[in-house]
Each structure stands twice: as structure tokens, then as C-alpha cells.
């Protein structure tokens, strides 16, 4: 099962090794990932997939715990949250497919961020099902060039009860 | 960043100390009064702090292997933090299996080591390894410390975080000219870590649900581990036991945090525990873990362990529960805060007819041997020293068949009084162990029992034992083979003894003679009074070698994988002389 892990970290260096080092380890993969900064930067959050049982992924997420460098983790998957991901490609393009590629660009609401007579670049961002879909609609042709992020996301405050916001503020 | 720069101004009117010196300060402010080590290139500046730090004993061991488990026996011995220092490169890499073990084991550790200058860091420079990476998924706390101004933040974390919880190791990489660097910075530092990570946790789980199983089982088992020990839960652990007659089994690190002479002690469960222990394990309807982790020397095969009973787990680190072994109640916190809460509610059995069931389990299933002619049984030696110590002194053992025997045959009565490797199983850990550990309790017998194969790992430290004049006193079984390796080669192998053969081991008296330490050498029964009284009349460090027969066992066992169903308790071969029984976990007490 798929599970989306929301950790805030002290923003200092190793501690991505360290938590990544948790997952090697057993040997699991990491779907996907992504680290940035707070609006502290003295924080990061690290968002991560992992394809793992849920007993595994709880057990990983005790050992996570233990790491000094880790002060909160949140399993998203079974919340309310939003979830984005950004996808970059450039596709190959002649005179007969320009007008279609085009039209395939609106459908996906994507941008156009630089064309030249023979390619396009195409900049999409959406929830990673949707990036998905985009990606396989575009593999139609020819893709020379692709590069996506690692999904971030975040729960939707409406998705909170009331009584974990007001102990968030607190 | 601003915050320090801010301290920094504040600070003005202190005086600069190298970074050297503000770590080894706080190491003395927190109270380290000995340490370890071995110096190098790298390390020099801190090397000459000490030089001009009294107030901090050095031991100067053999290797850096020596020097890590040496700080390991230290805190094993006394619950205090045990410090090292080595330098970069190798003197890191040396240490890597120490700080392994110590992570295995939960022993409070600080490992200081130096490192190429900062401004090398990454060019291959002479002697430079990356300590902090390699270090990563072996210590509890690691740091790469990058200014001076850090130096005794990151000392106190170090500390705090090896010290706190479940204790384990930390380390410190410490460039050269961070050591050299100045600052003012060190005075009412404060930690920069979540507070979660260094203070108690609370007590939280299901205390009522624990208390009631307690109360409404017929046949409860106590099952001890090492945090235990740790959490000094000892007087709270035998007054439950008392109060309502529960018998007591240890896990191999949990020896010593339940008296082994007590009436109620089974000693040792597992894979070579004692057939009593195993055998109440099988039969119980509730079992309740004190800081330990159902690992696999115990819980063999994680679904028919205890298969009948209700399980319950009290753990300090939440990670813990449910690892392999999973339960029906758990509590997470302090092991004898837990307990505080518990006992008051724990209602008083006077005749418990399950207590009394065991006490006959342990008369029809005794630990038992066969008594052989005239040569030399290690059970027997060992039980004899046993008596002979009246169960008082301090026992390290290295790993293999001697270390299993130690744990039957010397059932110890007071935490901290058993000591060895017993997570990560490093052969070599003995000897150096046995010297920290007498470093830190001078005033108690420390007694190594090792064996032929492991005491050549780090058979070095002799020399440092010599230097100090620490008086360890040691046993070593020569069996001429690497016993339980030859053991499973036998039972599960069809006899290929694949390299576990030692021809070529040293005269090891010869040896310790060249160190200038006394040894002997004895071959039969007759020689063991003689033998024993020679090892624990000497004042100094001193050897004495035990001719062992090769084919000799460690029973019970239960293969690896297997259930307590499967466990041989002995083989009795006729030939060998008759049967002896013995009950180190006496039932007439």
C-alpha cells in the first residue's frame, strides 16, 4: 500500500541520510521524495511515498522518531490532503502534430514555457494521478526530454478537527 | 545563525578556550572522570588538553577496537557514560564494531574522534574517512562538529542523548582546526535537540489492562531484558515477583536485574536457556516483558512463542513494541516508573500453585552434563567458581559455547554484575571489556571467562591491562576449536568441521608470561580448587588456561527457527561417565 509521509526535520545537514538510511536498510525503496525548507529556516519537511505493508511503515515510522533530527511525522495517506507534484518535458514536434500537442497542453491546463519549430516545453503541475495520465497521454510521442518532482502536500485545514487545530496552536 | 552571533558578543568578557578544551570542560562538567583511547595525527590537540587535564584518567589501550569496548564494559559496570578517544581514518573505522555493539546492547557510550580540518574534508586527504556517514546507522547521536562555537552544544547533546531513554552511542567527529579554533562560546549553552529526544516519556498504554492480566492469571511468567537493568527497576521487580508469586526468566542482558538464586528465578530462556525457563514459557497463560524485545535467540519463532498466554510488553522506546512479537497490552515508559504504578494494585498470593509447579520443573528438567573421566568440564568449573565467589563477582564474558555456560552456571544476583556482548555477539569484546569494567568498579572482583578463538580478537589488550596494572582475572577455556561454530558444524552440518579447527594457537601461558603477567595451565578435575584459588588469590592481572574437551555442548538448545518444542535439553552419552545435574537456580532457597 501506498503511503504518503509528511516528516519535519531540523534543517541541517544529514539528516536526510538519516532518514533515508531507515529505508535502505530493509531494503525498501522510496517512490518519491522531496525536501525543502519552512517558513523557519531553521526546518525542512521531507515528503516521501513508500509502496510498503502498513505494520513496516509503522515501524519505520517509530524508528523515525528516534532520530534526533525529527520532530513530527504525519501519515497523510489516510487524510484529507492535498497533493502536488510538477512535471517538466520536452516533446518533439513537426508541422502535422504542432496544432494537436497544442490542444493536448489546454486539456491538461499545462504551460507552455518555450517552443522552437521543431519541440515544445511543457510545464504541468496536478495531483501525481494526473501527472500520470499526462505522462503517458504525451509518451504518444516523442519525449526528449522529462524531469518531475517528488509529490509535497499538505492537509487540508477544513479536513482538521477542531481540537487538533487548537492544540497545533497551542 | 543571528542567536549565535548574539552569544558570541554576549560573551565578551569570556575567555577564548580552543575547542579541544571547551569538549573535554564539558565532558568534566558532566561528571566523565575516565577515558580511553589512542592518539594520532588528527587527535593531537585533544591529546594535549589531556595532557594538561588532571582531572581526566587516560587509558592508552592496544588497539581502538580495545578502546570502544573497553568504554562499553566501563558503562556496562557502572551505568556512567564510557568515553573514547581515537583519531581519523583508521582509528575510526576501528572503532565502527564497538559502536555497533553498543547500539545492539543500549550501553551509554561517546566515541570522540578526530578528523582531517574542514577545509580537506572531501579531498582524500591522509588518514580522512567519513566517520559521520559511516557512523549514521550505528550510534544514537553523531555530529560532525564544524566551528568551535558548536563544540559544547554539541558535547551536552552527545551526552544527553547517549544517557537518556534507551541509552546507546554517540559520537563526535572533531576536525583538527575546529580543535585548534577559538571561542567564547561555551558557557550556559544550550541544546538545540527537541526535548522529546533526552526527556523521560510518559507513561502511556494500558496500565488497568496490564494490572487485571497480572491479577487474573494463573500462570504468569515475568520476562526480564536488559532494560531492566538499565532503568534500576531490580527492587520493584522482585517485589512484584514476590507479591504475587510470579516466577522470573531473563533474556541474556537481563541477567542480574532478578537475583538468579532466588526462588523464584528460571535464569536464562531462549535458544540455550535453561529447560525449567523454556518449559514454564510453553506452559504460561500470561507473560509480561520488562525491557525486552522478543528477539530471536528468545522468541525463536515469533508465532508459537508463548503461544497460549496473554502477552504484554513494557518497554521505555515505543519501537520496541510489536517489533517481531506482537501483543495484547503495552505501556510505554520508564520500566520502574511503570512498575511503581503497577505494584501497589498488584493483589498478594500467598501459595501459588503454579510457583510451586515450576519449582518441580526446574527438579525434573536440571541443567545437566556428563561428567566425563578425569578431564575438565567448563559447566563444572564455572559452577565451582560460582560457589567459590558466593555469586559476588563481576563476570565479563567474550562470545560463544563459554559465554552460554557463564549465563547457566553462574546465575549473578545483582544488576550490572553480568557483562558481555550478547546483541551483536562481537568475539574479541572480553578482554577489553574486563578492563573498563574494573576501571570503573575497582573495588569488586571483574572475572573474564573467555575461550581460545575469542580472546585472540583482542588479545592485544594484555599489554594495556599490564600498563595500568588492572587487575583482571582471567579464564580461558582452550577447547583448540571455535566451540559453537564446531557445535552447529556438528549438529547441523553432519560433522564438516569447515575451518573451525585453531592449530596454531600460541602457548598462552607463554604469552601472558611475556607481558610479565602469571599464568596457569589446568588439565584435570583435580587442578580446579588449585586452579581457582590461584586466579582469585592474585593481586594482579593473571591467566588461567582451562584444557576443555573439544566435543563438549551447550545444552539445552533450540535450533535457530525453531520452537521451544523443539528444544534438545541434553545428550547423555554413556561412554562419557554419568550423568551430573545441577540446579545453579536453587530451588531450596
Known amino acids: 500500500m501506498k503511503h504518503l509521509l509528511s516528516v519535519l526535520v531540523r534543517n541541517h545537514y544529514g539528516v536526510l541520510s538519516h532518514v533515508s538510511g531507515l529505508f535502505t536498510r530493509r531494503g525498501y525503496n522510496i517512490d518519491s521524495l522531496s525536501v525543502g525548507e519552512t517558513d523557519n529556516p531553521e526546518y525542512s519537511i521531507i515528503t516521501m511515498v513508500v509502496n510498503e505493508e502498513p505494520k513496516m511503515v509503522r515501524q519505520i515510522e517509530k524508528q523515525l522518531y528516534k532520530l534526533v533530527d525529527v520532530i513530527k511525522i504525519e501519515d497523510l495517506t489516510q487524510k484529507e490532503s492535498l497533493q502536488r507534484e510538477l512535471v517538466v518535458l520536452t516533446v518533439e514536434t513537426n508541422r502535422a502534430n504542432r496544432q494537436e500537442i497544442l490542444a493536448l497542453v489546454e486539456v491538461f491546463k499545462g504551460i507552455i514555457v518555450d517552443m522552437t519549430d521543431s519541440a515544445v516545453m511543457i510545464e504541468m503541475s496536478s495531483n501525481p494521478r494526473r501527472i500520470e495520465t499526462f505522462i503517458k497521454v504525451f509518451s504518444e510521442y516523442n519525449i526528449m526530454q522529462i524531469a518531475r518532482t517528488g509529490t509535497i502536500a499538505l492537509e487540508f485545514p477544513s479536513g482538521r478537527s477542531r481540537k487538533e487545530n487548537s492544540k497545533e496552536s497551542k | ?589
Not at chain 2, 560 to 583: C, F, P, Q, T, W
Request: with cysteine.
Open chain 2, 1 to 589: 545563525m543571528a542567536k549565535e552571533k548574539k552569544n558570541n558578543t554576549k560573551n565578551e568578557n569570556v575567555p577564548e578556550k580552543t575547542g579541544a578544551k571547551i569538549v573535554i570542560d564539558t565532558l568534566l562538567e558532566n561528571g566523565v572522570k575516565d577515558c580511553f583511547g589512542y592518539p594520532g595525527g588528527a587527535i593531537l590537540r585533544v591529546y594535549d588538553t589531556i595532557f594538561h587535564t588532571s582531572e581526566l584518567k587516560h587509558y592508552l589501550v592496544r588497539h581502538e577496537q580495545g578502546a570502544v569496548h573497553a568504554a562499553e564494559g566501563y558503562a556496562r559496570a557502572t551505568g556512567k557514560l564510557g568515553v573514547l578517544i581515537t583519531t581519523s581514518g583508521p582509528g575510526a573505522t576501528n572503532i565502527m564494531t564497538g559502536l555497533a555493539d553498543a547500539k545492539m546492547d543500549s550501553t551509554p557510550i561517546l566515541a570522540i574522534t578526530g578528523q582531517v580540518g574542514t577545509y580537506e574534508i572531501g579531498t582524500d586527504a591522509f588518514q580522512e574517512v567519513d566517520t559521520y556517514g559511516m557512523t549514521i546507522p550505528i550510534t544514537k547521536y553523531n555530529a560532525l562538529l564544524k566551528s568551535p562555537d558548536d563544540a559544547a552544544r554539541v558535547t551536552k547533546e552527545a551526552i544527553a542523548v547517549a544517557l537518556s531513554g534507551r541509552p546507546g552511542p554517540s559520537l563526535i567527529d572533531f576536525p583538527k582546526d575546529v580543535q585548534n579554533g577559538l571561542s567564547s562560546n561555551y558557557k550556559d549553552v544550550k541544546m538545540r535537540i527537541p526535548a522529546f529526544h533526552v526527556e523521560k516519556p510518559e507513561i502511556s498504554g494500558s496500565v488497568d489492562e496490564i494490572i487485571n492480566a497480572i491479577n487474573r492469571s494463573a500462570k504468569p511468567v515475568l520476562y526480564v531484558g536488559g532494560g531492566a537493568v538499565i532503568s534500576n527497576a531490580s527492587r520493584n521487580i522482585i517485589e512484584l515477583a514476590e507479591k504475587a508469586q510470579i516466577p522470573v526468566v531473563s533474556t541474556l542482558t537481563g541477567l542480574g536485574a532478578f537475583p538468579g538464586d532466588h526462588k523464584l528465578s528460571l535464569g536464562m530462556l531462549g535458544m540455550h536457556g535453561t529447560a525449567y525457563a523454556n518449559k514454564a514459557v510453553m506452559e504460561c497463560d500470561f507473560i509480561l516483558s520488562l525491557g525486552a524485545r522478543f528477539d530471536d535467540r528468545v522468541a525463536t519463532n515469533t508465532e508459537d512463542f508463548a503461544k497460549n498466554a496473554i502477552k504484554a510488553q513494557i518497554d521505555i522506546d515505543s519501537a520496541e513494541i510489536e517489533k517481531r512479537v506482537n501483543v495484547d497490552f503495552f505501556i510505554s515508559g520508564d520500566l520502574n516508573d511503570v512498575l511503581q504504578k503497577i505494584n501497589p494494585q498488584i493483589e498478594s498470593v500467598s501459595k501459588s500453585p503454579w510457583a510451586e509447579h515450576v519449582q518441580k520443573l526446574k527438579i525434573a528438567h536440571p541443567l545437566a552434563f556428563d561428567e566425563g573421566g578425569s578431564e575438565i568440564k567448563p559447566q563444572q568449573l564455572i559452577y565451582e567458581l560460582w560457589k567459590k565467589t558466593k555469586g559476588e563477582a563481576v563476570i565479563v564474558t567474550d562470545v560463544g559455547q563459554h559465554q552460554m555456560w557463564t549465563a547457566q552456571f553462574y546465575p549473578v544476583k545483582h544488576p550490572r554484575q553480568f557483562i558481555c556482548s550478547s546483541g551483536l555477539g562481537t568475539m574479541g569484546y572480553g578482554l577489553p571489556a574486563a578492563i573498563g569494567a574494573k576501571v570503573g568498579v575497582p573495588d569488586k572482583d571483574v572475572i573474564l571467562i573467555s575461550g581460545d578463538g575469542s580472546i585472540q580478537m583482542n588479545i592485544q589488550e594484555l599489554g594495556t591491562a599490564k600498563m595500568y596494572n588492572i587487575p583482571v582475572k582471567i579464564i580461558l577455556f582452550n577447547n583448540g576449536y571455535l566451540g559453537m561454530v564446531r557445535q552447529w558444524q556438528e549438529l547441523f552440518f553432519e560433522e564438516r568441521y569447515s575451518h573451525s579447527t585453531m592449530s596454531g594457537n600460541p602457548d598462552f601461558i607463554k604469552l601472558a608470561a611475556a607481558y610479565d603477567i602469571p599464568g596457569k595451565t589446568i588439565v584435570s578435575k583435580k587442578e580446579i580448587e588449585e586452579g581457582l584459588s590461584f586466579l582469585l588469590s592474585s593481586k594482579g592481572p593473571c591467566l588461567l588456561e582451562v584444557s576443555i574437551p573439544w566435543e563438549e555442548k551447550v545444552f539445552p538448545m533450540i535450533p535457530a527457527g525453531r520452537n521451544y518444542e523443539n528444544m534438545i535439553e541434553y545428550e547423555h552419552k554413556k561412554d562419557k561417565g554419568s550423568l551430573v545435574s545441577i540446579i545453579p537456580h536453587n530451588p531450596q532457597k
